[in-house]
């Protein structure tokens, strides 16, 4: 079978799903399905953010440098950028619910693993393995909804989907902050263990297994050689970019290496009888309009609050705890306005609300960038709140678009498509926001510095300056004078703050951009594939 033959029959009609018997009692019942499921989501959503918290704590207990740690959210966001896509593929060739449950013991067994662990080679070790088997999970529980809910009410299973990540990122630094401070370190990777053994026991009692019957039986492995390589580049390309720098000869070589394996898996996908990705799937303007708009969502909202969270702690002055309080009306929003979206989604379709959260989340970045040193809880609630509302319905919308307009057969894979480019828009926004940043503090950190007639500085010392300025903190030497030390404490967070808003007024544009994006999708056309694999 062609891919252009596996598109063009999903085209014509709906693939059927074989079921054998209608759900009964705990097994197959559509929400006790997304209860499981989003348990295992939610330990993969968590660990995107609450272990920032603690690397400073296994910096200073395994006496690691500052390149070991970038490592240990490096190592984890590689593994889960570059798998994901394969890794739905495998749900679909031998079932959700296996790869599902794969994912959950190997996700809590990796974590219990780093939680031991007395070097800081073993915890970036066993965390690019916690990538791997989170990329195998998380596919596989949009499998699973897509398969299991009628398609009438699969937007609102999508949007508690939604709310379920969105408030296990946001709420990451809190959970965090609360257990280093409290407890320990290793807690913070200890606490996956006996998650994923609830997740793992309701997904045996519950899970049920949906195939369609015209799923893949054979692996593309040149294939998956190519497009893990073109995405291994990329992301590596993005990660070491800041370090590197822009200009920067690897930088631009990793880049082209990307390019060229991604165009000659674009070649060899046309050719090969059962293509890892049909690329006739793109085909589906909805569905590649869905892809985009993940991507520029993820760039507008991880890139702009990679700073909120400097500006919370190093100008404010605010404990990690403290700074993650404050998130609370972002992370409240999207709790809220997840199932409300998905709601609004099944009665009007995904375009006037996607289009209309992008919009929010502009304005929300526009207000972001009139934040000050000296700004007030509520100006900061306000414009956090804002932008929760805002991403509600794209985080919903966007992924009903990807997995609804895709075969059934392919639903792993659209899965892996859409976690896959918010991945890689949250990659882009920190290092394409960053060098923003980066830039603008360097124009405007030398000028200030002599404006408010501080000590001259050597451009060894104003490079280093700069650095710490760029993440809002005032390089003030030991033993400088309390005056003196304001003064350019003052001078730094003013810096921070021009950088921050200019990154923030781009992320609004990105947004902007991403509201004529979102008037490209529809409904999912193979949204009823699933509907009669389960009765609620």
């Known amino acids: 079978m062609t891919s252009q033959t596996t598109v063009d029959k999903a085209d014509k009609a709906p693939e059927p799903v074989f079921v054998p018997a209608p759900a009964k009692g ?17 330990m993969v959503a968590l660990d995107g953010t609450i272990v920032a918290i603690a690397n400073p704590a296994i910096q200073k207990d395994l006496g690691a440098s500052f390149a070991d740690v970038q490592w240990i959210t490096n ?14 593929k495998l749900g679909d060739r031998f079932g959700h619910r296996q790869t599902f449950l794969i994912g959950v013991i190997g996700f809590a067994a990796a974590s219990g693993a780093i939680g031991l ?4 080679a073993l915890v970036v070790t066993f965390r690019v393995f916690q990538g791997l088997f989170g990329a195998l999970l998380m596919p596989a529980a949009l499998g699973l909804l897509r398969a299991t809910f009628p398609a009438e009410k699969l937007n609102m299973a999508i949007g508690i989907w939604g709310m379920v990540i969105g408030a296990s990122t946001a709420g990451g630094p809190i959970l965090g902050g609360l257990l280093v401070q409290h407890v320990s370190w290793q807690s913070v990777f200890f606490i996956n263990v006996p998650v994923g053994i609830i997740a793992l026991v309701l997904g045996l009692l519950i899970l049920r297994d949906h195939r369609a019957q015209n799923a893949p039986r054979s692996f593309d492995i040149l294939g998956i050689v190519l497009l893990s390589g073109a995405m291994f580049c990329l992301v590596w390309a993005l990660i070491k970019a800041p370090t590197w720098g822009w200009g920067d000869g690897l930088t631009w070589t990793f880049l082209a290496v990307s390019v060229l394996c991604f165009a000659l898996f674009a070649i060899w996908e046309t050719r090969v009888k059962e293509p890892l990705i049909p690329l006739a799937l793109f085909r589906s303007v909805p ?40 998130l609370l009306p972002l992370t409240g929003m999207m709790i809220v306005g997840s199932p409300l979206a998905g709601a609004m989604i099944t009665k009007v379709g995904p375009r006037i609300p996607l289009a209309g959260g992008m919009l929010l989340t502009a304005v929300a970045m526009y207000g972001m960038s009139t934040l000050e040193s000296g700004t007030g809880s509520g100006a900061m609630s306000l414009w956090f709140a804002l932008l929760g ?37 949250g990659s882009l926004g920190t290092a394409v926001l960053g060098a923003v940043m980066a830039s603008k503090v360097d124009n405007d950190l030398a000028g200030n510095w002599t404006d408010a007639k501080l000590p001259p500085l050597t451009p060894a010392q104003l490079d280093q300056a700069s650095e710490a300025v760029q993440v809002g903190v005032g390089p003030v030497p030991k033993g400088t004078p309390a005056a003196l030390a304001e003064k350019i404490t003052s001078v730094a967070h003013d810096t ?18 991403a509201i004529f994006v979102a008037l490209l999708t529809k409904r999912g056309t193979n949204a009823e594939a699933g509907a009669g694999a389960a009765h609620i």
């Open 75 to 88: 190592g984890y966001f590689l593994a889960l950028a570059v798998t994901l896509i394969t890794a739905g």
């Open 389 to 425: 509302l805002g991403l509600a319905p794209v985080m919903v919308g966007a992924t009903e678009v990807i997995v609804g307009n895709a075969p059934m057969e392919l639903s792993g894979v659209a899965g892996g498509l859409q976690q896959a480019a918010m991945q890689i828009g």
């Open 287 to 326: 569905l590649s309009a869905g892809v985009v708009l993940m991507v520029l969502m993820a760039i507008a909202f991880m890139g702009g609050l990679f700073f909120v969270t400097f500006y919370l702690q190093n100008v404010h002055g605010m404990s990690p705890v403290d700074s993650g309080l404050h």
């Open 26 to 42: 705990l097994r197959g019942h559509p929400w006790l399905t997304l209860f499981s499921v989003a348990i295992g989501v939610m």
């Open 496 to 513: 921070f703050i021009s950088g921050m808003s200019l990154a923030c007024l781009v992320a609004a544009g990105v947004a902007v951009v």
């Open 117 to 120: 662990s007395d070097s800081i």
